[in-house]
C-alpha cells in the first residue's frame, strides 16, 4: 500500500480526533469550559428534577385514585378518617383529614359555632389544598428558569469562542479553514450544550404545570363536593 496513502488517512483521523466533545472541551478558552460545566450541571440537575417529579406526580394520581375509591365506598367519614390519620397524610387526604379535623373540634365546641363552621371548613381546605399543590410545583422554577436563560448562557459561549477565533485569525494572520474551524466548533459546542438544557427543560416544566393544574383542579374539586356534604350535616344540627 501506498505510504502516502496511509500517512492521509492517519491525518484524517486525527483531524476527526481533534473535534470529539472531549476535545473541543479541554481546547476551549477558560470562559467557554465555565459556560460549558454550568450548562452541564443545569442539565443534570434538570434531569434529576423531571425524575423526581415523574414519580411524584404519579404517586399522587394513585394516591387521590385509592383514595377517593374509600371515600365514595359509603365507608363512614369517621371511621375513614380514624384509618387515614394513623400514618402520613398526603394530597387529597390531607385536604380531607383538615375539613375533619375541623369539624371534629367545631362539634366539640357547641352549636354556638355551627353558624361559622362551613367557612372555616371551606377556608382550611383550601389551604390544604395550596399547601399540596405548592409541594408539586417545588423546583419547577428551576426548570423554567433553565428553559429560558441556558440558550442565552450558550449563546454567550459561542461569542466568546468567535471572538477567540477572530483572535487567532489575526495573530496567526490565516484565514484558512484549519485555523477557523477549532474556535468555531468551541463556539458552536457551547451552544448546544445550552439547546440541550433548555429544549427538556421546557417540554416538562409545561407537561408536569399541566398535570398539576389537573391534580389543582381534582383537589379542588374534591373539597366542594366533601363542603357540600359537610354543608348538609350543619343545616340538620341547627
Known sequence: ????????????????????????????????????????????WAWGIVFEKSFAIKRARKHSDFFEK???????????YEEITKRETKGIESVFTSAMREWR?????????????????EKVMD???????????????????????APFVGLFGTVWGIMNSFSSIAASKNTS???V?????????ATALGLLA????????NKFSSDIARLSHRYEGFADEFGAILSRQIEMRT
Open 70 to 80: 374509600q371515600f365514595w365506598s359509603g365507608e363512614p367519614f369517621e371511621e375513614l
Open 177 to 179: 479553514l484549519a485555523v
Open 198 to 205: 433548555a429544549i427538556p427543560a421546557v417540554i416538562f416544566y
Open 1 to 44: 500500500m501506498d505510504p502516502s496513502v496511509v500517512l492521509a488517512a492517519g491525518t484524517v483521523g486525527l483531524n476527526q480526533g481533534e473535534f470529539s466533545f472531549l476535545s473541543l472541551f479541554m481546547q476551549a478558552d477558560i470562559v467557554v469550559k465555565i459556560v460549558m460545566i454550568g450548562l452541564a450541571a443545569a442539565s443534570i
Open 105 to 121: 373540634e367545631s362539634l366539640k365546641a357547641g352549636p354556638k359555632v355551627m353558624p361559622t363552621v362551613q367557612m372555616r371548613i
Open 181 to 189: 474551524a477549532p474556535g468555531i466548533a468551541e463556539a458552536l459546542f
Open 127 to 149: 389551604v390544604a389544598v395550596n399547601r399540596e399543590i405548592d409541594k408539586l410545583e417545588s423546583k419547577l422554577l428551576f426548570l423554567a428558569t433553565v428553559g429560558s436563560t
